[in-house]
């Protein structure tokens, strides 16, 4: 069983950076895609970017790309999500996720983390 936990959240003014943190741990061998999802209050569920763990692809929502930035560690099982260019919208709980097969955002990740808040403030 695939343990995700994310850190590196917090609170920047607009047009500032942040950089979250995914850590996986128990049985990463089985991961093919990680990734982040995002959940603003009251809305649904977003993809934010994936990236598939031995090619390094990367996928990207049209609302982050060209200032959202995946990468990926195999070394320490991690993924890190580098924020530049934030802007209020981007105001959510981030959610960490994997799957052992299909791309993040084509299926229902098999893992899912607790979720880091990100607030964007004007």
């Known amino acids: 069983q695939v343990q995700l936990v994310e850190s590196g959240g917090g609170v920047v003014q607009a047009g500032g950076s942040l950089r979250l943190s995914c850590a996986a741990a128990?049985?990463?061998?089985?991961?093919?895609?990680m990734g982040w999802f995002r959940q603003a209050l009251g809305k649904e569920r977003e993809f934010v970017a994936a990236?598939?763990?031995?090619?390094?692809?990367?996928v990207y929502a049209d609302s982050v790309k060209g200032r959202f930035t995946i990468s990926r560690d195999n070394a320490a099982d991690a993924v890190y999500l580098q924020m530049n260019s934030l802007k209020p919208e981007d105001t959510a709980v981030y959610y960490c996720?994997?799957?052992?097969?299909?791309?993040?955002?084509?299926?229902?990740?098999?893992?899912w983390g607790q979720g880091t808040q990100v607030t964007v403030s004007s």
């Open positions: 128990g049985g990463t061998f089985s991961i093919a895609t």
């Open positions: 990236i598939r763990w031995t090619s390094r692809n990367t």
């Open positions: 996720a994997a799957d052992r097969a299909r791309w993040i955002h084509f299926t229902s990740p098999d893992y």
